[in-house]
């Protein structure tokens, strides 16, 4: 099907609103826990298992469905993608219990480890090669926006209306965003096929492997303390509903500001440059947060900074494994959002255990051990030649 230029040059802002979609549903449950909590009659802890256990399905659910999906015309798979996530969290506002919200939430997030991974393939079929890393970090604004925006927005709404109007506006973005891509993306694009050769070519990479561990240290760190943000901040500095808001606001638009800066720096300075700049201001946010708990300034600035930080590593690594073996990107891509998932599974469940032993100083402690891992990660894997540290 024939497109306009205008169309095709709006694709990659359609598939950076879908972003926002996919975010906003895995990450719902961390703004409105008390309300989940109350609602469903279960503990805080319990609420924040929405996450552990969504997480795990999106770890498994990504390298599987990238391999099940990989001959799937791209548009077709996307928008199938937004579909099942509006309608996901449409039914989520009417789950009767616990176990029905929980059930729900596994099955649209098992569709919905698709949509990440491939709208980042998906940009490099179309922008020239030397846009793409631009183009991909664009695209994860998406993420940032869904917690400068997303996130608050659900604390609002579920602190006056109820955790069921705020499922409701997620499925109403849902429904609109899925428009949009139907619209405004190319029709015909398809990737390289993924195969078991291609994962086998993956596993012989130790630059792909680091990476991938970076990645998952990185989150694991950031969701220790993430998930129960807004009880933390309750708990250790008082903050009610709106603060809190306003916490994750600040949040997610220094996550904006920073990935908008690393999409202006990546192409002059490089991937590897842009990814440790950002991890060393993703561990200065959370050495502040642990050094700062109990006081409501100290912890909103060091939630600041590491905002900063904690979109742009991400999309910096998606950046750095696509350069590193383009002809591998669906799978290395498939696979780092896979990590990325087992890091938010990891790093809450830890953060649930100490979280319901009133454990919450130690928290922020056990978050930086798992960044400060991730940086020496990162400085291991910096490209041996100076041609090298701009590719």
């Known amino acids: 099907m ?34 989940l909590a109350t609602g469903l009659d279960v503990s805080i802890h319990a609420a924040g298992l929405l996450i552990t256990f969504g997480a795990i399905t999106l770890c498994i659910g990504s390298p599987l469905t990238a391999w099940l999906t990989s001959r799937i015309e791209r548009r077709t798979l996307l928008t199938t993608t937004l579909a099942v996530l509006a309608v996901g969290n449409l039914a989520s506002a009417f789950a009767p219990d616990y176990a029905s919200l929980l059930a729900i939430r ?18 490099a079929l179309i922008v020239p090669a030397e846009r793409r890393g631009s183009t991909i970090a664009y695209i994860f604004l998406g993420w940032s926006l869904a917690a400068a925006v997303g996130l608050p927005l659900i604390t609002f709404i579920a602190s006056r209306y109820g955790w069921r109007a705020a499922y409701g506006e997620i499925g109403a973005l849902g429904c609109i965003s899925f428009l949009l891509l139907l619209l405004r993306l190319p029709a015909g694009l398809k990737g390289a096929p993924v195969d078991i050769k291609t994962w086998a070519e993956v596993g012989r990479s130790n630059t792909i492997l680091l990476l991938l561990a970076v990645t998952m240290l990185q989150m694991s760190g950031q969701f220790v303390v993430f998930t129960f943000m807004g009880p933390l901040l309750n708990k250790l500095t008082g903050a009610g509903p709106d603060a809190i808001g306003m916490v994750f606001a600040l949040y997610g638009v220094c996550g904006f500001l920073g990935v908008a800066i690393a999409t202006r720096v990546v192409d002059t300075s490089g991937p590897y440059r842009t990814s440790l700049l950002f991890t060393c201001l993703l561990l200065a946010g959370i050495t ?14 060091a939630v600041a900074v590491w905002g900063l930080g904690f979109a742009s590593t991400n999309s910096m690594q998606q950046v750095r494994l696509v350069v590193a ?23 809450s469940a830890i953060g649930g255990l100490l979280f319901a032993r009133e454990l919450l100083h130690t928290l922020g402690f056990v978050a930086v051990g798992f960044v400060v891992l991730a940086l020496l990660l990162v400085l291991l894997t910096r490209p041996r030649s100076a041609a090298a540290v701009m590719a």
Do not use: D, H, K
């Open 325 to 347: 073996a383009p002809s591998l990107a669906s799978a290395t891509v498939a696979l780092n959002t896979s990590v990325l998932y087992i890091g938010q599974a990891v790093g």
């Open 288 to 301: 502040g947060w642990a050094l700062g708990a109990g006081t409501f300034a100290l912890m909103a600035g």
């Open 2 to 35: 024939e497109r306009s230029p205008a169309a095709s040059r709006f694709a990659p802002t359609a598939l950076m609103l879908g972003n926002i979609v996919t975010g906003c549903s895995v990450l719902a449950p961390a703004g409105m826990l008390p309300e």
């Open 106 to 123: 596994l099955v649209m997030l098992a569709v919905g480890a698709l949509y990440t991974p491939q709208a980042a393939g998906t940009a």
